[in-house]
């Protein structure tokens, strides 16, 4: 036994054997309270020592054993039927946990013998001829029902011997009492008085179904009603169901009174309050009912014949039924409104599938919807729209955080769809068609200036919306949204020249204009060699315009030309006009919704890159057109000895400008073209609006600058094209003082031979023991006669060989070494990129294997 059973059981113990232990007239009080005890001492020991049944506890097991008993006699078939009625009533309990044990109880109970007929039981009195029998089967009942005196309680503690012998004599004297009370009150006639009667409760009952307390029925407060103590049980079951209509008219006719909530909450009340009215007519129908029926009562008859007047408290709980369940569930809305507004409460109304739904917020969203898609202005004040405005700070605290700004800020942020509001009776779809309208005519009005229009279009295209009316609201809708959206598509193409601006910014930031980027990098040139703190804007400005009035930019439009600038970066220690130098392309509202300032600094992102490529290019082709004149001039005269040198740097500059053009290539077409083509596809798509512009333009953008600057989530690619870029550039200049080493013997040589020249017609020697003669290893070019002698102390002779030369094609050997390794690298990375268009760029790049790649790790794993 369970020690936190203990004392139920024990105190269940003592009640049960006070009623099963038989009473002996012929024993005094302490031999019957010692077998009393007795008995009590051995039950609790049973209990304790008998532990778990041996039986399995298994319900069906223990069924089947009750029913077999219960079948053997001759009514066996009605009491197994009976039995089983039970014990599904039993089992279908979710409160009881052990079913089985109480079957088990019931079965051992079955076996123990019958009581003996001639012992005395406690309650001699209780028989046919009885006065509490005939009380309890008389027609009226019992007149009141006596306390259960005996249901088990959890004493404190454990009750002592002593006590439990007090007790049970307390008990007896108790019962003994009660009977003697039950035959004086008999024995009297006296009744405990009943009332009020069911006329007098009947004509109250009106004033109580409106709330209002009446003689006999008071309402202590708005959630309790007060009967009156001495009604018999029948009436209190019928008032406590005529009650519930009473408090819920109560508490919906506060809630109907109150002004708390926006614009659907008063719409809201508006429609319960004329629900309420409809229930009032109800209890006005009952009212006239009562009346009628008081008027023809008789006193003569029993209960003054109310059952033939027609109109009784029974039925008027079948009256207000279909009332009661109306109330209910308004109450049951109620509840659930306190914390909703607008769409939400759209949402908890139409969720009940009421008939009577749509008055609830037929005016509103006629008002508030037609306001917001005709005139594209949002008069909300209490925040219940699907569409909420978002105030001066949190577009301040959005703008600065993304780095937006300008028409951006008003586009994006101005307005926001409120995913939570939105109700239940329409689409997503529709409700962003209805946000993109307002917010489209919004835009119209404020950002590009036409507010004319919007009133234009507000007066002619308005119509009556019906919220019941779907068909009708979704063509509404549809209508406004086609013409809203061209016309913001016209505005932005035809005023605000949109198309124009992008393709200026592909062709002067994406270098898309070939003849103007090259005019204005030869310009350019001398200038940005110099440091960059000696670069003043006013001369990069007069070198734009040049190359403007040079080149077929000179034919764009005077708005596309105003907007481009050049300026400079930050200037940092160390460096040149080519590391700072850029151009800007200006975007002013309401293009810069599109074109974002985020997106006006990718578009310099990629400029830069391009414009260092471009400067890489361009000395490697300045370099090259050197090398090609002057070999047919005055590197000829010395190739005995640079030529193999030059040689190889030719090579060199070659394989450079190679991979410098499969490189632009790449960027200006595969991606950049390739990208301008899929954006013009989605700018010129019927029925495009602007959020679908703005996601193409910035699709359009990501694109370019993901594969334009070899993007990937594992490599720095535009760090390695960096590198190699400052070493095409380190060997162009590499390459500038060969050249000048170059320039500078043949300048030596020329002047000895002149020297020679100048002795031999003075009738002398042409050379002179002084001179230290120091003949070169290789022949002279038997193209240049006379052949042509080093001088001693020349620049370029033996001397200046052994210090300058040597230095010059260690220096082209390893930058040219450099260069391919860091060039294997990158393909070497490239191939193994999941993007198509690099590995296509590597292939390209190396389309002879002329570059031995490096293989990756697990590939060589693999082959061994």
Known sequence: MATFNQERVEHALHELLIRVVPDDPTEDEATANERFGAAYEFALEELVEAGEPAVVADINHVASLIDRRISRDVHGAQRSSRFHNLLSRLISQPVLDQKWRMLYFLLQLSDMPAPDPATPTRHPAAHAGSPAFKEAFSRPGLSHIPVNDGSPRASPRPSTQGEKTDKRRDRKTQDLGKDQSADISLANGAKPPMGP?????????????????????TFPSSTALKLPPTLP?????????????????RGLSEFVDSTEGGLVGQSFRSALGKELRSYLGLVATLEGQIRRALAQLDEKQPHHGIGKAGVTLKRCVIWTREATMGLRLMSLMVEESKSKKGGELISLIHSFSLSHGDPYVGIFAER???????????????????????SEDEISESTSKEGKGGATSVWEDKYKLNERMIPTIITEEFANKVFLIGKTLNFIRYGCGDAAW???????????????DTANLEQSIGDAYKTTMARLIDLMANKFKLFEHLRALKEYLLLGAGDFIAILMESLSQTLDRPANTQYRHTLTAQLEHAVRN????????????????????????????????????????????????????????????????RVEFALGSTWRRCMTGARGVLSTVSDTVGADWKKARCAVAEMIHFVNQLQYYILFEVIEASWNELQDALHKPESTLDDLIQAHAKYLTSITRKGLL?????????????????????????????????????????????????????????SEKDDLHHTSSSPDPSFPPPLLAIPGATGGAGGEDNVLPALRARLAGLVTAFRAKVCALLGALMHQPDHDLRWLAMVMNFNDVYQLPKKKSARRGMR
Do not use: C
């Open 711 to 767: 993007g990937s989530s594992g490599t720095d690619f535009t760090g390695q094209l960096h590198e190699l870029l400052k070493t095409m550039l380190a060997y162009k200049d590499a390459v500038d003082g060969l050249y000048s080493f170059s320039v500078a013997e043949f300048t030596a040589r020329q002047d000895q031979h002149a020297k020679i020249e100048t002795r031999t017609a003075a009738g002398r020697w042409g050379l």
């Open 197 to 217: 009667s069911e006329p007098s409760l009947l004509r109250d009952l009106p004033f109580t179904l409106q709330g209002l307390s009446s003689t006999n029925l």
């Open 368 to 390: 508030l919807l037609a306001h917001w898609i005709y005139d594209g202005e949002l008069a909300d004040p209490f925040g219940e729209f699907f569409v909420s405005e978002q």
């Open 551 to 614: 080149s077929n930019a000179q034919f764009d439009s005077p708005d596309v030309l105003r907007r481009l600038d050049s300026r400079m970066l930050e200037l940092s220690h160390g460096e040149i006009g080519w590391d700072v130098f850029t151009l800007e392309y200006k975007i002013d509202a309401p293009v810069d919704v599109i074109v974002t300032p985020f997106g006006s600094k990718q578009y310099l992102k990629v400029f830069n890159f391009l414009w260092r490529v471009k």
């Open 233 to 249: 049980v029948p009436i209190i079951s019928l008032l406590h169901t005529l009650a519930e209509p009473s408090l819920l008219y």
């Open 454 to 468: 919007v009133d234009t279009y507000s007066k002619e295209a308005s119509k009556e919306l019906t919220y019941g």
